[in-house]
């Protein structure tokens, strides 16, 4: 059977359009890595509409992906930590549950995380149970060196030349070789009870760190764990307002004017910025 498009003037005006389509697309400067093969085999697709993303994809599986802490043994250790400062029970889920160890990776992937905006130069005190010097007698003396400028323990300021992604990096391994050195196995394989126990000797000082006190960080692990329980999901943690739920609280609102006359308790379902910003 004969070709039905054996119009040689046809066949131009097919390569016309086909060469106009692409150079047209050439120009408008699409061409990039693998879709400049597609151009050249004419292998364009429709592309598909963009999926409107809802509050529980962005607090749940788009959220959950590391962005600074790169060893997947670090993110376990940190993970399994959070989970015993604030353990799962009957009362609600867990820090790993409501998203704590990737709100943490969020954060020290940020400005907070790299002290972007605070003051890091010496001198530095490693250990803020060491902020006071000590008189004859060997007891700490409040009114010692720089004492004006501390704040009493507990507390999860530091001063230390490391940023705050450094020394989470640096106190997570560390937890780690102490379970190591105390039980013989790693922190992740340790019973709850083991666990707790390692993270008491940071808490009490009973761990020696370079350049920062065990405290310090043990500190900067609890505030950092608490605000990802209860933070806005729009930051990574308190996965599906979940944390908010536990305690009903409501969330942000613009207004109460609409019940503040209200002699009744109200509850309200919470509501994450996302949701009330519209976007």
Request: glycine fraction near 10%.
């Amino acid at each position: 059977m004969a070709d039905k498009s054996t119009d040689p003037n046809e066949k131009q005006g097919m390569s016309r359009r086909t060469f106009l389509k692409n150079s047209g697309l050439v120009a408008g400067g699409v061409v990039g890595g693998s879709l400049f093969g597609g151009l050249i085999t004419n292998q364009i697709k429709k592309q598909p509409e963009v999926e409107e993303l809802s509050d529980a994809k962005i607090s749940g599986g788009l959220q959950e992906a590391r962005i600074f802490i790169n060893r997947a043994e670090d993110f376990a250790i940190l993970s399994a930590a959070t989970e015993r400062i604030f353990p799962a029970d009957d009362l609600g889920p867990g820090a790993i549950e409501l998203g704590v160890p990737y709100f943490i990776d969020k954060q020290l992937a940020g400005e907070w995380g790299n002290n972007a905006k605070e003051y890091m130069k010496g001198p530095f005190i490693t250990n803020i149970q060491a902020a006071g010097a000590h008189n004859e007698s060997g007891e700490q003396d409040k009114q010692g060196p720089n004492s004006a400028t501390q704040v009493p323990v507990p507390t999860p300021r530091y001063q230390t030349i490391m940023n705050r992604g450094e020394l989470f990096i640096v106190g997570l391994r560390k937890i780690d070789e102490v379970a190591q050195e105390k039980y013989d196995t790693r922190f992740v394989d340790l019973s709850p009870e083991e666990q707790d126990d390692v993270l008491r000797m940071f808490e009490e000082d009973e761990v020696e760190m370079k350049s920062v006190g065990a405290s310090n960080f043990f500190y900067l692990l609890l505030s950092t764990t608490l605000e990802g329980v209860y933070a806005d999901p729009v930051y990574g943690g308190n996965k599906n307002m979940m944390g908010w739920k536990m305690k009903e609280y409501p969330g942000p609102r613009m207004s109460y004017l609409d019940v503040i006359e209200e002699e009744d308790f109200i509850v309200m379902e919470p509501e994450s910025l996302r949701q009330y910003q519209g976007h």
